[in-house]
Nanobody
Framework: QVQLVESGGGLVQAGDSLRLSCAAS????????MGWFRQAPGKEREFVGY????????YYADSVKGRFTISRDNAKNTVYLQINSLKPEDTAVYYC???????????????WGQGTQVTVSS
């Protein structure tokens, strides 16, 4: 069992940067690939990116490539999402999730956090 808690969201202005954190409970954090998703109002949940178990591999959706960076610290049981040059269209609830394998498919993630709201004003 893995429990995930996101933090770091808030109200920011376009062009700002933000770092989201996702803290995991349990001693098996390093056994999981970690993904980030987001869901904007009235839209379906969208894959943002993932990172491998040891952090040596990352992959991003085209819509965020170049502005978003995922990293992890297995000693701290935490995964991060660095977001630069924020745009109003980045406004969404951001979720972290844990999966046994690298995947972009949300249904293949086993554990989810409760989400953290990011609102970007223009």
């Amino acid at each position: 069992q893995v429990q995930l808690v996101e933090s770091g969201g808030g109200l920011v202005q376009a062009g700002d940067s933000l770092r989201l954190s996702c803290a995991a409970s349990g001693r098996t954090f390093s056994s999981y690939a970690m993904g980030w998703f987001r869901q904007a109002p009235g839209k379906e949940r969208e894959f943002v990116g993932y990172i491998s178990r040891n952090g040596d591999s990352t992959y991003y959706a085209d819509s965020v490539k170049g502005r978003f960076t995922i990293s992890r610290d297995n000693a701290k049981n935490t995964v991060y999402l660095q977001i630069n040059s924020l745009k109003p269209e980045d406004t969404a609830v951001y979720y972290c999730a844990a999966a046994r394998f690298l995947t972009t498919v949300d249904s293949r993630y086993d554990y989810w956090g409760q989400g953290t709201q990011v609102t970007v004003s223009s």
